[in-house]
């Protein structure tokens, strides 16, 4: 059964997470039949907000099938206005009621803007894109006397998960009247696992056994 609630929804994807990591998934959603079921409608329960990294892909780790997920992804889960157009998109036309970022350790885009600030040459390309949302993370790192790569990345998506609601009405609104959470979560690439970074609500949902590390909640 498809879930319904911010707290359904994140308890399936660590559900789905823990047989990923224990190599047992069950592949769910992935046959013929559900192919053809979902081919006239989407009624996607999480929407995942994550970085574009090879190893980072969301139905897989999660465990999960066709439309299941609606995926969003940019170097370092960047957030401009065709990603906030996506994410409002799934919310308020699909109905999902939860909003996931996704990060990992040591992120190569929140490297790369170190890289920038410690050198002071500017990357090639429209790179520097990217490494211009990263740096106010890395601002705030500083402020923090944050120093570590991965403790960096945490700070990161905690700032993803307020940009989304400081620049979209719709998404606050949604959050503020209950329909929908937000959820920023780390990937640990060699072991596979998920653990929750933030939540708005602050505190909430929660998963049985699934703490919140050390980075305060942001509160929109």
Do not use: K, W
Request: proline share 7%; glycine share 10%.
């Amino acid at each position: 059964m498809t879930p319904t609630t911010p707290e359904q929804a994140l308890a399936e994807l660590y559900a789905g997470n823990r047989r990923f990591v224990g190599g047992a998934p069950r592949h769910p959603n992935q046959d013929a039949d559900h192919r053809t079921a979902v081919a006239d409608g989407q009624h996607p329960f999480a929407v995942i907000v994550g970085c574009s990294d090879s190893r980072l892909a969301a139905e897989i780790i999660f465990d999960r099938g066709l439309g299941d997920l609606f995926v969003v992804r940019t170097a370092g889960h960047t957030v401009g206005p065709e990603v906030l157009g996506s994410v409002e998109y799934a919310v308020t036309v699909l109905g999902t009621p939860l909003i996931v970022v996704l990060g990992h350790d040591s992120c190569g885009a929140v490297q790369a803007a170190r890289d920038v600030a410690t050198t002071g040459t500017p990357p090639p390309g429209h790179l520097g894109a990217v490494v211009d949302a990263v740096v106010p993370s890395l601002q705030r790192a500083a402020e923090q006397g944050v120093t570590s790569i991965d403790e960096i990345v945490d700070i990161h998506i905690a700032h993803t998960v307020e940009a989304l609601l400081a620049n979209s009405a719709v998404l606050a609104d949604h959050v503020t009247a209950g329909r929908c959470a937000v959820v920023g979560m780390s990937y640990r690439l060699s072991a596979g696992e998920v653990r929750t970074v933030t939540t708005v609500p602050a505190g909430e949902p929660a998963v049985p056994g699934q703490t919140a590390s050390a980075t305060p909640a942001v509160t929109g």
